[in-house]
C-alpha cells in the first residue's frame, strides 16, 4: 500500500505541474537552448537548471549514450572536436544561468568521472586509426565543483546537488 501511494507521487510529479514542465526544454526560448547547445547534453543542463527551479532537490546529468570519454586513440581530435565544445559551452553556460537567475549559491555543481588517464600518450597496438591517446589510471580522478557556497540555516551541505 504504501508503495503504490510513492509510485502514484512519483507519476503525479512527472505528468503534471511544475516538474512536468521542466521536463520540456524545446518550450524554452530559442537563445536559451543556443545558448546551453542544441545537444543531448546541452538539453540535459538546461532541463537540470529547469528542474532545480520546479523545485527538484537532486538532479543527476550524465553526458550521453553518443558520447564516450574512453579516449584510448585519436584523443586529442576526439577531445577537440567532440567532446570537449559541447562540455564547455554547456556547463559554462548552466553556472551563468544558474548565477543570473540567483541560484548558484543555493546549487551545488559536481562533475567527476570515474577514473582518470595516465600521463603517458601512446598509440593502441591493433588501433584502427594509429593516432595517440591515453589509457586508464584508477588512482587519479578529475573533480569539478561550482556554486553552492549558501546554506539553509541549520544545514551543513548546500541546498541543491545535481
Known amino acids: 500500500m504504501e508503495f503504490d501511494r510513492h509510485r502514484q507521487t512519483a507519476v503525479s510529479m512527472l505528468l503534471e505541474g511544475r516538474v512536468h514542465k521542466a521536463l520540456d526544454v524545446h518550450a ?13 547534453f546541452g538539453w540535459s543542463l538546461l532541463m537540470a537548471r529547469q528542474l532545480v527551479e520546479a523545485g527538484v532537490s537532486l538532479v543527476q546529468v550524465n553526458l550521453g ?8 586513440e585519436a584523443a ?3 577531445l577537440k572536436d567532440f567532446l570537449l565544445p559541447p562540455t564547455d559551452r554547456a556547463v559554462s553556460a548552466l553556472i551563468e544561468d544558474l548565477s543570473e537567475r540567483g541560484l548558484l549559491d543555493d546549487v551545488l555543481i559536481v562533475m567527476a568521472g570515474e577514473i582518470g588517464r595516465t600521463p603517458k600518450v601512446f598509440t593502441f597496438p591493433g588501433a584502427e586509426t594509429k593516432l595517440p591517446g591515453r589509457d586508464h589510471w584508477g588512482a587519479v ?14 544545514l551543513s551541505r548546500p541546498n541543491k546537488v545535481f
Do not use: C, I, K
Open 65 to 72: 549514450n553518443d558520447e564516450s570519454w574512453d579516449t584510448h
Open 28 to 40: 524554452a526560448d530559442d537563445r536559451l537552448q543556443d545558448r546551453y547547445g542544441r545537444n543531448s
Open 141 to 154: 580522478q578529475t573533480v569539478f565543483f561550482a556554486g553552492g557556497e549558501r546554506r539553509s540555516p541549520g
Open 76 to 78: 586529442f581530435r576526439v
